[in-house]
């Protein structure tokens, strides 16, 4: 008996066609992209100083001044290329707040450019981030959201993202997907491209911070895009998990208390920071890095934030490391924002005595420094 089987059927979807373009969104987003955009066009590069060292040493130290910025710090960079990414992504809408989790600086920047554009802006941080930058984040439009604890930034921006239907920008996940590392104008090709006259015009090392790891990175992989010896240098404050979390291979690495320094530490290894791409990183004491930005006041005339105490501190020690061995050279950091922001913390005697630090053992060693090149 011959057994037939019913052949399987096949069924064929109905057609659908779902349609989300949005003629007057994309007019607005065209509109805010080239505001963005055209504020990069706007801007002059930012200057690359010369510090001066005793020339018998043989070792050129320059600071790619991102203070310059029209709002005052190297952040003014990591916000505009969040904004770009974001607004091509299709994150931002009209009408919609911008929402951030910051030490300040960032928030300052992102207040500047969500105005730009004309949406509100709403930045979540520490109740102890200094006066000046809160109230530079509300002369931009802004408006400040303190928390208590550092650590909590990032759940209350999310949440306050989901109760107002905006965007959290998320500078500490998105840091070093945003800025275009090959090149485009970024920091790194930047600073080769003014080194190029200069006697030693390939740095051995790069010093940078970190507070989300954007900067490292990118400067980290330029290099390498380049074909490039240069090394490049982390230097960290107190209180932060990157240095533990570097050294001991251990991403999960986290810290009971925030850094001291506004701008760079964090309480945890953020994802933005590519460990990987790092050559070396310095653990640097609050009170050092305080005392080199008193030093770079006296060399320059200039005062900057606390964050360029940390990587000046490291750069110097690399410095010193170099005139001991009889190594030429040169050396490039980073100044990442006025020291007038700070005025009532880092410059203040009061400040200082309320935290307990102690900047004179480290005051002595940059002066003994200065006269012998050894940074001991």
């Avoid at 491209?193 to 790069?206: D, L, N, R, Y």
């Avoid at 005339?301 to 000046?312: D, E, F, N, P, W």
Wanted: aromatic share 8%; with cysteine.
């Amino acid at each position: 008996m011959v057994s037939h089987t019913t052949p399987p059927t096949t069924t064929v979807a109905a057609e659908e066609d779902v349609n989300r373009y949005d003629p007057d969104y994309r007019q607005w987003l065209e509109t805010a992209i080239r505001r963005v955009r055209s504020d990069a066009n706007r801007s002059a590069d930012t200057h690359l100083v010369r510090v001066p060292l005793p020339a018998q040493w043989g070792v050129d130290l320059y600071l790619k001044d991102e203070s310059v910025h029209p709002t005052g710090s190297l952040k003014h960079r990591l916000a505009r290329s969040l904004f770009l990414h974001a607004l091509c992504n299709g994150w931002i809408h009209p009408g919609r707040p911008v929402i951030e989790a910051s030490s300040g600086s960032t928030a300052v920047s992102e207040a500047y450019f969500a105005s730009l554009i004309g949406v509100p802006f709403y930045a979540v941080m520490a109740r102890s981030t200094s006066r000046q930058k809160v109230e530079l984040i509300e002369f931009h439009g802004g408006t400040c959201h303190f928390v208590d604890n550092a650590h909590e930034v990032y759940s209350v921006a999310t949440a306050l993202a989901e109760e107002t239907g905006g965007h959290y920008m998320d500078q500490f996940t998105y840091a070093e997907q945003a800025t275009d590392w090959r090149g485009n104008n970024n920091i790194a090709e930047s600073i080769f491209e003014q080194m190029s006259m200069e006697e030693h015009p390939e740095p051995a090392w790069i010093v940078a911070t970190a507070g989300t790891g954007g900067t490292s990175a990118t400067l980290a992989r330029y290099v390498r895009y380049t074909g490039r010896s240069t090394g490049i240098c982390v230097a960290d404050p107190e209180n932060s998990a990157f240095f533990p979390g570097w050294r001991d291979h251990d991403p999960t690495v986290t810290t009971d208390v925030g850094s001291r320094i506004e701008g760079i530490g964090r309480q945890r290894v953020e994802s933005s920071f590519i460990a990987s791409s790092i050559d070396r990183m310095m653990r640097v004491p609050d009170a050092a890095s305080i005392a080199s930005v008193l030093l770079l006041e006296q060399l320059l005339g200039t005062r900057a934030g606390a964050s360029t105490g940390t990587s000046l501190w490291a750069a110097l020690r690399i410095v010193s490391e170099m005139v001991q061995a009889g190594t030429k050279g040169s050396i490039v950091s980073l100044i990442c924002d006025p020291g007038e922001r700070y005025l009532d913390k880092y410059y203040s005697a009061a400040w200082l005595q309320e935290q307990q630090i102690d900047i004179a053992p480290f005051q002595r060693r940059l002066e003994d420094f200065m006269r012998s090149g050894s940074l001991a």
